[in-house]
């Protein structure tokens, strides 16, 4: 039988999209349509205070995600910003927004200080999901969006660098979630159905192949 543990006020000023818990169950990030990001330390007994209020998206954010303790304190949010990155000028005085859509990676530095430690804005529509890999195969984050569209933002050690890499046309109405399944990254769109977009790959980065086969109900 499942009972009550706690509840927690997170003060967020519009409706909560998602909550999860840290490795060491001691802390809970949420994220909300208020555009805001929070970070509450859990402690026994269920009570909690807020340690961080991260504030850096446009519009409203769907999912945090946190990183495996081995790389340090480290969130991936996801949203539906609208960022304007650019404006450019066409020919007969028409001109066009270059909107994007963004993912932030947050790093405590110290405690209670937070800081971006990397910023995607490489998607055309809604970011969605976001979805940490295995710890084995070094830092890497899936990105899922209603582009139809995956990415994959990897870590390079030696040069103290992201490289990303974008699948096209993942799903064709759109990309709800992506997953890690053991080795398999798979995307997942509003049907309930999946595609696996490849295995992951070494420590250093990711091999991507397109399924060969349909897509399939779970």
Known sequence: MVSLESTVDTGHEDLIHDAQMDYYGTRLA??????AVRIFD???????????????HEGPVWQV???????????ATCSYDRKVCH??????????????????????????????????NNHDSSVNSVCWAPH???????????????????????????EAEKIPNAHTIG???????????AAFDS???????????SLDH????RAPFRLRRL
Do not use: M
């Not at 049907?191 to 790959?201: I, N, S």
């Open 175 to 185: 990309c709800n979630a992506v997953r890690t399944i053991g080795t398999v990254l």
């Open 206 to 209: 990711v091999r991507v192949r």
């Open 87 to 120: 404006v450019n000028y066409f020919d007969y005085g028409i001109w066009k927004l270059i909107v994007h859509f963004q993912v932030i990676l947050w790093r405590e530095d110290s405690p209670g200080r937070w800081s971006k430690l990397y910023e995607y």
């Open 65 to 75: 995600a946190w990183a495996n303790p081995k790389f340090g304190t480290i969130l």
């Open 136 to 162: 084995e195969f070094g830092l890497i984050l899936a990105c899922g969006s209603s582009d139809g569209a995956v990415s994959i933002l990897s870590y390079v050690d030696a040069s103290n660098s992201w």
């Open 191 to 201: 049907r309930l159905q999946f595609v696996p977009l490849g295995e992951l790959g």
């Open 30 to 35: 949420t994220c909300s349509s208020d555009r």
């Open 42 to 56: 859990i402690k026994e007994g269920g009570v909690q205070t807020i340690a961080a209020d991260l504030r850096g």
